[in-house]
């Protein structure tokens, strides 16, 4: 494994990061979901390369770069595809599966960390698809589910369960929608569904689910992958074009005022795109977008406007999932992809903080060797202090170097990628580190 470049962030904007690959998930061809659970780490839906029924699981990553497969999901389970972090530090996995006579969308629960999962209900109903492709718990509680209904002239709707997934409802809709890709809440309470449909393909409740109506038509879009909330109430939308577009190129789209009217951001931005899969706003302000056929990623400083390339993710045809892990002061980004890898770029959270004439020269802030056993240099004039921190974000160790002493090492640490803080008068950097095992 390869460290991860340290990335500058210039308040012109962000350069191309260095995406690299996590450790392996054994046996996947494809990363549906990825999310941040309960505990901090992270977890995966995948599809695994087996021509067996039992064809899909989920990993889990609790130093966020290895990754070991969760405990087994009961019945035949050929799609995890939706995966959230619920309330009181449970997993939910929506799926396709048979279980015990239950066939088609299934929900299961894991209250231990995915070592366990228990299964909760089947999602039914007159308009209810193969398998449950999102699941969303409001903070009223209520767990709201979508499906791939896949009947274009017959609106489908998420489905509803007020006691966390033992039983179901069906929302009410006004519009078409098939395909449910993505469920979203909002601070002021309205749940938002993005699908595959006809005129609006993004819909809106503002009753907890009960009642669904198409939001105002996203131009030339007949595919919503990905909805993120953004800043003072905005609402990011990704979408894929109609069958038949005006231009065959992914786009984004932004409300202000609760999808009574959608706005295209950045055009001609994508034109080398098919679709956008995946969108992530991050907590420094910066809004991602992760798009098909080349898995290409996509970054904006100013909310949408202008857009940067930040590089492909290697060997993937799509960025399925885009999300933030904050470690300390530093922030990765990960990407769950087509071809069963999840990527991570590491990126400064202070964006923008510094310009060209301040920031330090690369240079200075090369620590060497990297990756180490456990000696490592630095080249700096003056006094500074150095803090270690691991994975989770917790002190291992710190430093205090002398003006002209270059070296310190890491003792009594184990093998993984640490985040190494400089701090020299006013200046402060973090740049990660690989620890190798002892040979």
């Given at each position: 494994?390869?460290?991860?470049?340290?990335?500058?962030?210039?308040?012109?904007?962000?350069?191309?990061?260095?995406?690299?690959?996590?450790?392996?998930?054994?046996?996947?061809?494809?990363?549906?979901?990825?999310?941040?659970?309960?505990?901090?780490?992270?977890?995966?839906?995948?599809?695994?390369?087996?021509?067996?029924?039992?064809?899909?699981?989920?990993?889990?990553?609790?130093?966020?770069?290895?990754?070991?497969?969760?405990?087994?999901?009961?019945?035949?389970?050929?799609?995890?595809?939706?995966?959230?972090?619920?309330?009181?530090?449970?997993?939910?996995?929506?799926?396709?599966?048979?279980?015990?006579?239950?066939?088609?969308?299934?929900?299961?629960?894991?209250?231990?960390?995915?070592?366990?999962?228990?299964?909760?209900?089947?999602?039914?109903?007159?308009?209810?698809?193969?398998?449950?492709?999102?699941?969303?718990?409001?903070?009223?509680?209520?767990?709201?589910?979508?499906?791939?209904?896949?009947?274009?002239?017959?609106?489908?709707?998420?489905?509803?369960?007020?006691?966390?997934?033992?039983?179901?409802?069906?929302?009410?809709?006004?519009?078409?929608?098939?395909?449910?890709?993505?469920?979203?809440?909002?601070?002021?309470?309205?749940?938002?569904?993005?699908?595959?449909?006809?005129?609006?393909?993004?819909?809106?409740?503002?009753?907890?689910?009960?009642?669904?109506?198409?939001?105002?038509?996203?131009?030339?879009?007949?595919?919503?992958?990905?909805?993120?909330?953004?800043?003072?109430?905005?609402?990011?939308?990704?979408?894929?074009?109609?069958?038949?577009?005006?231009?065959p190129i992914g786009r984004v789209f932004k409300t202000t005022d609760a999808g009574a009217s959608w706005q295209q951001l950045g055009y001609g931005f994508f034109n080398g795109t098919s679709g956008i899969r995946s969108l992530c706003w991050t907590t420094n302000g910066l809004l991602f977008a992760g798009s098909a056929p080349s898995a290409e990623v996509f970054v904006s400083s100013d909310s949408g406007v202008t857009w940067t390339s930040t590089g492909a993710l290697p060997g993937a045809a799509y960025a399925a999932k885009l999300v933030e892990k904050t470690i300390g002061d530093s922030m990765f980004i990960y990407a769950g992809a087509s071809n069963g890898d999840v990527f991570r770029a590491y990126v400064p959270l202070h964006v923008g903080v510094r310009s060209p004439a301040t920031a330090p020269a690369r240079t200075s802030v090369r620590l060497v060797p990297n990756p180490t056993r456990g000696e490592l240099s630095l080249s700096l004039a003056g006094r500074a202090a150095v803090t270690v921190t691991d994975a989770g974000g917790r002190r291992v160790a710190g430093y205090t170097l002398e003006a002209r002493q270059s070296r310190f090492a890491l003792t009594g640490l184990a093998a993984g990628v640490y985040l190494v803080e400089v701090k020299q008068g006013t200046d402060r950097w973090t740049e990660p580190v690989l620890l190798l095992g002892r040979p």
């Open positions: 494994m390869r460290i991860l470049a340290l990335v500058v962030v210039l308040a012109a904007g962000v350069e191309a990061l260095d995406w690299q690959n996590t450790g392996e998930l054994t046996g996947a061809k494809v990363v549906r979901d990825l999310i941040v659970g309960p505990d901090g780490h992270l977890y995966a839906a995948a599809g695994l390369d087996t021509a067996s029924a039992d064809s899909a699981c989920v990993f889990v990553s609790p130093d966020l770069v290895t990754w070991e497969r969760c405990g087994d999901i009961p019945g035949d389970v050929e799609i995890v595809a939706g995966l959230f972090n619920g309330v009181a530090d449970t997993l939910f996995a929506g799926t396709g599966a048979t279980y015990q006579g239950n066939v088609g969308p299934l929900l299961y629960s894991s209250s231990d960390k995915g070592s366990t999962w228990q299964f909760r209900s089947q999602i039914t109903g007159e308009r209810v698809g193969t398998t449950l492709t999102c699941v969303l718990e409001t903070r009223a509680g209520a767990i709201t589910a979508g499906h791939n209904y896949m009947a274009m002239h017959t609106s489908g709707a998420p489905c509803l369960s007020s006691d966390r997934g033992g039983s179901w409802s069906q929302g009410a809709v006004t519009g078409r929608i098939a395909d449910m890709y993505c469920l979203l809440e909002t601070a002021d309470n309205n749940l938002f569904c993005g699908g595959w449909g006809t005129g609006g393909v993004v819909l809106k409740s503002s009753d907890g689910g009960a009642n669904w109506a198409a939001t105002s038509e996203l131009y030339d879009a007949g595919h919503t992958r990905a909805l993120v909330n953004g800043p003072a109430g905005a609402i990011f939308a990704g979408t894929y074009p109609r069958s038949s577009p005006q231009e």
